[in-house]
């Protein structure tokens, strides 16, 4: 045996040398460090009004931090290796490219593929790589990304570019500003990384190297049959009025108003401070982190999770769309309206991960009070009445342009479909999108849509269906002794839909029963109000 391992030693040495002709012992420097090199001089920045802006705390309740310890993630990918038993090394591969980026990317760079249920349990995390799985999307992997390939398709998919050459020490993290020779002395010490200005990290297409997702689709026996755009809203954006005017970081890491210093230890006042709290629309899950912080090894501080929770729904309510009744009227034997949601987003509304859903309530009551009808209800287990899909998971829910039944319901989303056409919510079964509702983006040209981004299903032939909204109509029979009425129109938003998390029982795994749990018992929280309006009619 000896003889072979001396044999392939001699074969493989000179490869390794003229990739690293510095050091033969180690062939690969370390790359990442965690966090914790981080934390001790970008926290406790508190601005003049006492608001916590610190880099380290907002950043460690986002979901970044969390990417890996996220146990739908973790439910998911068993659920996909199960499925596809012949491909779990490639699938896990696949998954921990941007879940767990820095672990997966050493691998990558040394020949191997990534691995994801090694480094389960997050905690307790077994040696370097099981700290730095745990770390989720952290600070030395978003500052170390270069300007190489971004933009381009080869970017895209986690196909960021990392120096895998430079020992720790001389390595370079990027970022914004100009930084003199003490404070980059400073941190170079401490951290044994070295502050580097290049412009490319206030660029969208940094975000893109992850945000812009295609899945492989397999078949039973685990070959490539085709692929997925799974998440892309940097191609949505793209295609938006915003790509020339509003960057991912100027909505998601927005600025401060005032100068401030960026690191607690020899700071000085700095321009254009960007938050690293990386709001999205997930509320959800930092709840279920919050809740299930001992079995999910979550280290955020519960009150600092419980307002990442808090802000990301303020920030919902806010930002993220608007909606209006009109024409409403009660004609004696029937009450009408029109309904027109606007996307408020730099993206599709829902966008991203494919399991969010957004859909209108609408509700008459009568003069006692009393509902008389609803569209778009919810039930405590998080399924949507009327929605024939949360029904049957082989069916769906068509985009409508008039709503006369409670069994109808507007619901904005996608669903996905197996080469066979039949529907889906497994990333690797998926191969396209057969509905496509997803509210436009202002600028959003529905015609010119490359097709990966293309609106699919009715809504395409829908002619209000348009950027930078949708307008629907409602006509229903009311008993007009019972009036004035109110009319009520909401806009609702639930990050993992009903379907998405039952379906993983396909599958039996520990992790997946956890995650349904979790799920099950935190149902009537996994949803919340984007916007609403209502009049009183006669
Ligand atoms: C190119 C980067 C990338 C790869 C590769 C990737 N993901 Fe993700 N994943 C993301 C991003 C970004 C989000 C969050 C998007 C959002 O919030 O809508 C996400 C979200 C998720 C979520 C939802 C989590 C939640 O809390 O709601 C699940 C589940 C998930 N991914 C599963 C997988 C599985 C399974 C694989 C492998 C087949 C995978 N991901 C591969 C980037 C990636
Ligand atoms: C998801 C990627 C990402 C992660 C993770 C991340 N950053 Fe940043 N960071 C950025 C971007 C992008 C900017 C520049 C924003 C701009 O100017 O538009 C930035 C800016 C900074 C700045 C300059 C000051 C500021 O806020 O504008 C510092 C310092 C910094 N980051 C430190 C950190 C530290 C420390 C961590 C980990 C606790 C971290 N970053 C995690 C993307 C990231
Ligand atoms: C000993 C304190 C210290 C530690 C530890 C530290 N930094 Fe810094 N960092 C600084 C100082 C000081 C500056 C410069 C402040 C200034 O110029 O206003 C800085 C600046 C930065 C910048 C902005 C660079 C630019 O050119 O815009 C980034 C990004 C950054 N640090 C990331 C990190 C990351 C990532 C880590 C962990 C690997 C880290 N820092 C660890 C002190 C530290
Ligand atoms: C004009 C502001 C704006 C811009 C620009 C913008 N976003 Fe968003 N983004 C939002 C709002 C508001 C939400 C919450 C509503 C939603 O989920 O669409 C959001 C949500 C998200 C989500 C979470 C989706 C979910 O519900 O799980 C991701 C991921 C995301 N954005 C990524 C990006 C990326 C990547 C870019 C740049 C290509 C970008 N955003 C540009 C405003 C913006
Ligand atoms: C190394 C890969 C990577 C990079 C680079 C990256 N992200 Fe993410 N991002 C992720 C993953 C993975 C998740 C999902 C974590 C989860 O849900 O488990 C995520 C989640 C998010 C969310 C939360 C969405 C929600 O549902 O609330 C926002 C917002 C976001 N990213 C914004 C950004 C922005 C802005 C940038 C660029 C400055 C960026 N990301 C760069 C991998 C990345």
Redesign the pocket.
């Known amino acids: 045996m000896t003889w072979l391992i001396t044999f392939l030693s001699i074969l493989t040495i000179p490869v390794v040398a003229a990739a690293q002709p510095a050091d033969k012992q180690n062939p690969r420097p370390q790359m990442f460090v965690t966090?914790g090199s981080?934390?001790a001089?970008?926290?406790n920045l508190v601005t003049d009004s006492g608001q916590d802006?610190s880099?380290?705390s907002?950043?460690?309740s986002?979901m970044?931090?969390h990417s890996s310890r996220d146990p739908y993630w973790q439910a998911s990918v068993r659920r996909e290796t199960m499925a596809h038993p012949s491909a779990e090394k490639s699938i896990q591969d696949e998954c921990s490219a941007c879940h767990m980026p820095m672990t997966r990317y050493r691998s990558k760079v040394q020949g191997q593929k990534g691995s994801v249920f090694a480094h389960l349990p997050i905690l307790p995390a077994r040696g370097q790589a099981g700290l730095l799985a745990a770390d989720?999307?952290?600070?030395?992997?978003?500052?170390q990304?270069q300007e190489d390939k971004l933009g381009t398709e080869d970017s895209f998919t986690a196909g960021f570019v990392v120096d895998s050459t430079t020992p720790l020490g001389k390595r370079s993290?990027f970022?914004?500003?100009d930084v003199d020779q003490g404070r980059t002395r400073i941190m170079q010490s401490a951290s044994r990384m070295v502050?580097s200005t290049a412009a490319h990290?206030?660029d969208s297409t940094?975000?893109a190297s992850?945000h812009t997702l295609y899945t492989h689709t397999r078949g039973p026996d685990g070959e490539v049959l085709g692929q997925l755009p799974e998440q892309v809203p940097y191609l949505e954006w793209k295609h938006s009025e915003y790509q020339d005017s509003k960057?991912?970081?100027?909505c998601h890491?927005p600025?401060l108003q005032q100068s401030m210093h960026?690191?607690s230890v020899m700071g000085q006042p700095?321009e254009?401070?960007?938050?690293?709290v990386?709001r999205g629309g997930n509320f959800f899950m930092p709840k279920i982190f919050n809740r299930f912080r001992q079995e999910l090894g979550v280290s955020a501080l519960s009150q600092d999770l419980a307002l990442a929770s808090q802000q990301t729904e303020n920030h919902l309510k806010t930002s993220a769309a608007s909606i209006e009744l009109a024409r409403v009227q009660n004609t004696g034997k029937m009450m009408a309206a029109e309904v027109t949601v606007i996307n408020l987003a730099g993206h599709k509304l829902p966008t991203a991960y494919p399991s969010r859903r957004a859909w209108i309530r609408f509700t008459v009551s009568d003069a006692a009070g009393q509902v008389v009808f609803e569209s778009g209800g919810l039930n405590p287990d998080g399924s949507i009445q009327g929605n024939v899909n949360d029904e049957h998971k082989d069916r769906f829910e068509r985009h409508h342009t008039l709503i006369t039944s409670p069994e109808q319901v507007q619901i904005y989303e996608a669903i996905m479909a197996d080469p066979e056409g039949n529907v889906t919510t497994g990333l690797i079964q998926a191969i396209r999108f057969i509905k496509d509702n997803r509210i436009l983006p202002k600028g959003f040209d529905k015609a010119s849509a490359h097709p990966d981004i293309q609106v699919q299903g009715r809504a395409e032939s829908d002619p209000d269906f348009t950027e930078p909204g949708d307008t629907i109509r409602y006509e229903i029979t009311v008993d007009p002794d019972r009036g004035p009425f109110n009319v009520q129109a909401e806009l609702l938003y639930q990050p993992i839909a009903f379907r998405w998390a039952k379906n993983l029982m396909e599958q039996q795994a520990a992790e997946i029963t956890r995650f349904v749990g979790y799920y099950d018992s935190m149902a009537a929280q996994s949803w919340t109000v984007l916007a609403k309006d209502s009049r009183v009619v006669r």
């Open positions: 966090s981080c934390l001089c970008h926290n802006v880099i380290g907002n950043w460690q986002s970044m931090a989720g999307v952290s600070c030395s992997m978003c500052h990304i993290v970022g914004p500003y502050p990290v206030q940094l975000c992850c960057s991912c970081q100027s890491m600025q960026i690191s700095r254009d401070f960007s938050r690293h990386f």
